[in-house]
């Protein structure tokens, strides 16, 4: 069993505030990193696929990094708006093309 | 675009019945549908792998028999959980993505699930 942890398991902000929250992964095998969002009653909606080292990517106000040599991801959100609140997940994926998800990150963001 | 539905969203069923599962990409040709399952505050696991047109693969410790999947064309995706039991009560959750490989770098667009509950 790969082991895929996200801290915190839960978080609230007020809008306007920054976050970032952690995705840690085994550092060998590394293949992919996937990121999503997960809002109630919704699905699943992809944010980004991670692949090499030292990865940034960027989407509106969120963004994510990538450290595969010490096998964390952070995802940053800037600016936290009612709309941001939502589980966010992480998958981790093999070069054998095993996945694994994180418990996930819930955000709650207050205006 | 790359909409994935389920149905149903939720069912009740009696213990030794099966329950078939639908998921259809309606907008794009999905090579490739995932099947997970989420028990109550754990994270999603990978049940099985199907491309259209070939047999499942399935991950160690989900039954085959079990949980029957098929994937007949490219929009649709269905897995029936035979005989369930109260065991088998959880969250299923269908994906599909473009690529015709394993759950590497396609972005994968999921359904919004069905709730089993087997009384």
């Known amino acids: 069993i790969l082991n895929v942890e996200q801290s915190p398991q839960s978080l609230h902000v007020q809008e306007g505030d920054s976050t970032n929250f952690t995705c840690s992964f085994p550092s060998s095998n590394f293949y992919a990193l996937h990121w999503y969002r997960w809002e109630t009653a919704k699905s699943p909606e992809a944010l980004f696929v991670m692949t090499l080292n030292g990865d940034e990517k960027k989407k509106g106000r969120i963004s994510a990094t990538l450290n595969t040599k010490e096998g964390y991801s952070y995802l940053y959100i800037k600016g936290s708006q009612p709309e941001d609140s939502a589980t966010y997940l992480c998958a981790f994926i093999t070069n054998a093309g095993k996945s694994t998800f994180g418990d996930g990150t819930t955000l709650t963001v207050k205006p | ?94 994906s599909a993505s473009l690529g015709g490989g394993p759950a590497g770098t396609d972005t994968q667009y999921f359904g919004p699930g069905t709730r089993l509950t087997v009384l």
């Open chain 2, 1 to 94: 675009g790359a909409v994935v539905s389920q149905h149903p969203s939720r069912v009740i069923c009696k213990s030794g019945t099966s329950v078939k599962i639908e998921c259809r990409s309606l907008d794009f040709q999905a090579t490739t549908m995932f099947w997970y399952r989420q028990f109550p505050k754990q994270s999603l696991m990978l049940m099985a792998t199907s491309n259209e047109g070939s047999k499942a693969t399935y991950e160690q410790g989900v039954e085959k028999d079990k949980f029957l999947i098929n994937h007949a064309s490219l929009t649709l995706s269905t897995l029936t959980v035979t005989s369930a039991h109260p065991e088998d009560s959880s969250f299923y959750i269908c």
